[in-house]
């Protein structure tokens, strides 16, 4: 009997008549860890006052404590935001840009992001560049490094990195990006949406000046629990998109409170993590990815098609381009949802049709055979 795919299904509540190749897009929490959240609401109806008062300070302290030791990181520089975007914004939003700097992004930014990086430039008359990425990608990165580098300028305060690309599928030659940055004065914000638990990270060698990830991807935490590391001499500046009672009173009084919420996701981040433990941290990231890889090879292959990168630039989820010549991929995707039951994500990227698929550890191959089927009917 198989490790992994159907054998370990009873820990999601998934529906599994259908067909799910998105958790890249949202994750999906499985219940112990649905569990582990309940609990702590429980804890915070049981005793409200206690429980904001006393309780959470101390419990979120703890929280950070465990999430920074699985990023490589020391929990006095880990705070807790509710989603990436909100740790893009706290950065973004707190930089003093003045009219004439750059903030540096790229094609394959998230458009949220994109969004974030225009608003508050446009309030400063700051200028943001973008430059266009390879795609798809032939070699090791090398063309990656080099587009970005023709972006840079010494007027960038700013270098928007995805660590992941949401559109694309890339796992960037981060190391090799941040390095290439470190030639200017320019800061860098790693935007890790999908990074922490699909690939190894150590924010301790990583030489980035901000990163900001989920947990809700691929670490396994419910919705709304992501994190903003940022480097020692950055966090007097820093604020969260909310301003509430720390104002003033350093990174950790600043983001630890933004007013009366529901701080469970965040809470259940180390109940996520054991979890994980359950079945090994590297195993799960080793398994995610050969399977990404076995089933975008096998899909390439029976739709003699291609993939969108080498597998050196490839994590839990990979880019396959469809055999179809053309077609609206809204309409696309809601007819595999509708007719198919099937859950993934279809882009048009310079003119062609790409899906992207994603592999968790309830995947299994035959779980993309159905997509290649369903295409086919198309
Ligand atoms: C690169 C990137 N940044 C930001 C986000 C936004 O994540 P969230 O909706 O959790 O803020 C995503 C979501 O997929 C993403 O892929």
Same mark, same amino acid.
């Given at each position: 009997m198989p490790e992994f795919g159907q054998a370990v299904r009873r820990f999601w509540t998934l529906d599994w008549s259908a067909t799910h190749l998105n958790h890249g897009s949202y994750g999906a929490t499985p219940k112990p860890v649905l569990a582990a959240q309940d609990l702590v609401r429980q804890d915070m109806e049981k005793a409200i006052g206690d429980f904001f008062t006393r309780q959470l300070p101390k419990r979120l302290r703890s929280a950070a404590a465990e999430l920074g030791e699985y990023l490589g990181a020391a929990s006095e520089d880990v705070v807790f935001v509710d989603n990436a975007t909100a740790g893009v914004q706290s950065v973004i939003g707190s930089l003093a840009l003045e009219p004439g700097d750059e903030i540096l992004i790229n094609d394959q930014t998230y458009n949220a992001v994109k969004n974030i990086a225009r608003h508050v430039a446009g309030r400063a008359g700051a200028k943001v560049v973008e430059v266009t990425l390879p795609f798809?990608? =032939? *070699? *090791?990165g090398t063309s990656i490094v080099e587009t970005l580098k023709a972006g840079?300028? =010494?007027?960038?305060r700013l270098v928007l990195l995805d660590h992941?690309?949401?559109?694309?599928a890339l796992v960037m030659p981060i190391e090799r990006l941040i390095a290439a940055c470190r030639t200017t004065g320019a800061l860098v914000l790693v935007d890790g949406a999908h990074a922490p638990g699909q690939v190894p990270l150590d924010l301790s060698t990583l030489d980035a000046d901000f990163y900001t990830g989920n947990c809700h991807k691929w670490v396994s935490a419910p919705k709304g629990a992501a994190f903003l590391w940022a480097k020692r001499e950055h966090q007097p500046w820093l604020h969260p998109p909310i301003i509430s009672h720390g104002l003033g009173k350093g990174f950790i009084a600043e983001f630890d409170w933004t007013g009366t919420r529901d701080a469970s996701p965040y809470l259940a981040v180390p109940a996520a993590l054991a979890f994980r433990q359950t079945f090994g941290d590297s195993r799960i990231k080793a398994r995610n990815r050969a399977l990404a890889e076995e089933a975008g090879a096998y899909l390439a292959d029976t739709w003699k098609t291609r993939l969108g990168a080498p597998a050196s630039l490839a994590g839990s989820m990979r880019m396959i381009r469809l055999p179809l010549a053309g077609g609206d991929h809204h309409e696309i995707r809601a007819k595999l949802w509708h007719d198919h039951r099937i859950d993934v994500p279809i882009n048009t990227l310079n003119g062609e049709l790409w899906v992207r698929i994603s592999a968790q550890l309830y995947n299994e191959i035959e779980d993309y055979r159905r997509l290649a089927a369903a295409v086919r009917r198309l």
């Amino acid at each position: 009997m198989p490790e992994f795919g159907q054998a370990v299904r009873r820990f999601w509540t998934l529906d599994w008549s259908a067909t799910h190749l998105n958790h890249g897009s949202y994750g999906a929490t499985p219940k112990p860890v649905l569990a582990a959240q309940d609990l702590v609401r429980q804890d915070m109806e049981k005793a409200i006052g206690d429980f904001f008062t006393r309780q959470l300070p101390k419990r979120l302290r703890s929280a950070a404590a465990e999430l920074g030791e699985y990023l490589g990181a020391a929990s006095e520089d880990v705070v807790f935001v509710d989603n990436a975007t909100a740790g893009v914004q706290s950065v973004i939003g707190s930089l003093a840009l003045e009219p004439g700097d750059e903030i540096l992004i790229n094609d394959q930014t998230y458009n949220a992001v994109k969004n974030i990086a225009r608003h508050v430039a446009g309030r400063a008359g700051a200028k943001v560049v973008e430059v266009t990425l390879p795609f798809p990608v =032939e *070699d *090791d990165g090398t063309s990656i490094v080099e587009t970005l580098k023709a972006g840079l300028s =010494e007027r960038t305060r700013l270098v928007l990195l995805d660590h992941i690309t949401s559109a694309t599928a890339l796992v960037m030659p981060i190391e090799r990006l941040i390095a290439a940055c470190r030639t200017t004065g320019a800061l860098v914000l790693v935007d890790g949406a999908h990074a922490p638990g699909q690939v190894p990270l150590d924010l301790s060698t990583l030489d980035a000046d901000f990163y900001t990830g989920n947990c809700h991807k691929w670490v396994s935490a419910p919705k709304g629990a992501a994190f903003l590391w940022a480097k020692r001499e950055h966090q007097p500046w820093l604020h969260p998109p909310i301003i509430s009672h720390g104002l003033g009173k350093g990174f950790i009084a600043e983001f630890d409170w933004t007013g009366t919420r529901d701080a469970s996701p965040y809470l259940a981040v180390p109940a996520a993590l054991a979890f994980r433990q359950t079945f090994g941290d590297s195993r799960i990231k080793a398994r995610n990815r050969a399977l990404a890889e076995e089933a975008g090879a096998y899909l390439a292959d029976t739709w003699k098609t291609r993939l969108g990168a080498p597998a050196s630039l490839a994590g839990s989820m990979r880019m396959i381009r469809l055999p179809l010549a053309g077609g609206d991929h809204h309409e696309i995707r809601a007819k595999l949802w509708h007719d198919h039951r099937i859950d993934v994500p279809i882009n048009t990227l310079n003119g062609e049709l790409w899906v992207r698929i994603s592999a968790q550890l309830y995947n299994e191959i035959e779980d993309y055979r159905r997509l290649a089927a369903a295409v086919r009917r198309l």
